[in-house]
Every structure is written in structure tokens, then in C-alpha cells.
């Protein structure tokens, strides 16, 4: 496991979670310590409570999808989550990196950062992927309708979205369509024009 970075907390990190940290690296400057999805709690525990450390900044977390990557990786699940820590005593920033397959956990943070729950909400609602500690409600999404099925940043996920009618006389769709105008509006409102709406 390569711990050569300009980052001096990752020694300690290190030292901390041998057997665990997979791999380090540092990549433009940053640094990334990638870790298995079920040790994420404990590690980032370590990072916000030790206080020479004192990542006590959850700046966000991210998910990718890297089912159609080729090339090289820092760890083997199809998805990854990446955790941004800054510490605002030394002022430092530290990425931690975990993966998970389809229909795998990864358990949530949020109880450490409570700016962590809408974050892994959101890689549910668009990704799938679960956080053990953060459900969703059932049958509710938390981004998207309730009735949208699929996961939209998955890539097999269709580029093509949903047509829209729209009219050539109207700055809007098309009202043919519609069978009750907006609350508080007529047909000859924003989206219409007396001449379509026969009004």
C-alpha cells in the first residue's frame, strides 16, 4: 500500500487502519485513501474525533458509475462513493473512497454529519445505492416523482428522456394534451393561446 503524500495525517490514518485501507493515493494534489464500503464508519469516525486530525467538516459525498470504465481502478465494485473531509484546524482535505456493487450497502455517516443525509439520499435516488441507516421512505423517491422508475446517473439508463409537444405558436407545450389547465390558470394563460384552446 503506497502512503507516499504530501498529506502528513495520512501516516497516522494509516497506522490507525492497516489491515484496512486498500490503497492511497495522491492524485493533482489531493489526497485518497480508499477503504471496503463496511469500515467507512469507523474511519471516518477517526477522522472528524481524533483531534491532531480534526476532519470536522463534511464538505459532501459523491457517487459514480464505473460499469463502463476500462481502464484502471482504485477499487473493484461498480459504483463508488467518495467522501470530501475537510479539517478546519489545519486546514487540510482528505477524499475517502469506497464501492459497492448493485444491491449492496453502504452504511450511512449521517450521524457523524448531519449534512450527510441529503447527500446519500440523493446517490440513492439516482444511483440505487443503498445507505444502511438513511432509507428511503417506501415507495417515495426523494429528487424524482414517486411513479419514475429506474435510476437516471446509472448508464444504462436511456439518454432520451421524455418527448415534449410543443406548438408552433405557443412559447410552451401543447394543450391538446392537457385536460384541466394549472390551478389559478386558464388555457389562454402562460402555456396557451385563445386560438388553440377555442375559448
Known amino acids: 500500500m503506497p502512503t507516499e503524500t ?10 490507525r487502519f ?4 486498500i490503497k492511497v493515493k495522491e492524485f493533482r494534489g489531493q489526497t485518497f485513501i480508499c477503504i471496503d464500503r463496511k469500515d467507512v464508519v469507523d474511519v471516518i ?3 472528524k ?3 491532531k486530525l480534526n476532519y470536522d467538516y463534511f464538505v459532501e459525498c459523491v457517487g459514480v458509475d464505473y460499469s463502463t470504465w476500462n481502464h484502471e481502478r482504485d477499487l473493484p465494485g461498480r459504483f463508488e462513493v467518495v467522501y470530501n473531509l475537510y479539517s478546519t484546524s489545519s486546514n487540510r482535505r482528505i477524499f475517502v473512497k469506497v464501492s459497492a456493487n448493485d444491491g449492496e450497502f453502504i452504511p450511512s455517516i449521517k450521524h457523524m ?16 445505492i443503498p445507505f444502511e441507516g438513511n432509507p428511503e421512505p417506501k415507495g417515495m423517491r426523494f429528487l424524482l416523482p414517486d411513479t419514475w422508475v429506474g435510476y437516471p446517473l446509472r448508464k444504462e ?5 421524455e418527448d415534449v409537444v410543443f406548438h408552433e405558436r405557443t412559447t410552451g407545450p401543447a394543450i ?24
Open 6 to 15: 504530501a498529506n502528513p495525517d495520512v501516516k497516522a490514518i494509516s497506522d
Open 18 to 21: 492497516k489491515s484496512k485501507i
Open 45 to 47: 469516525s477517526y477522522l
Open 49 to 51: 474525533e481524533n483531534p
Open 113 to 128: 454529519f448531519l449534512g450527510a443525509e441529503y447527500p446519500e439520499r440523493e446517490i440513492q435516488d439516482l444511483y440505487g
Open 157 to 161: 439508463f436511456p439518454l432520451g428522456g
Open 176 to 199: 391538446e394534451d392537457l385536460q384541466v389547465p394549472h390551478a389559478g390558470e386558464s388555457f389562454e394563460g402562460k402555456t396557451g393561446s385563445s386560438e388553440i384552446s377555442k375559448r
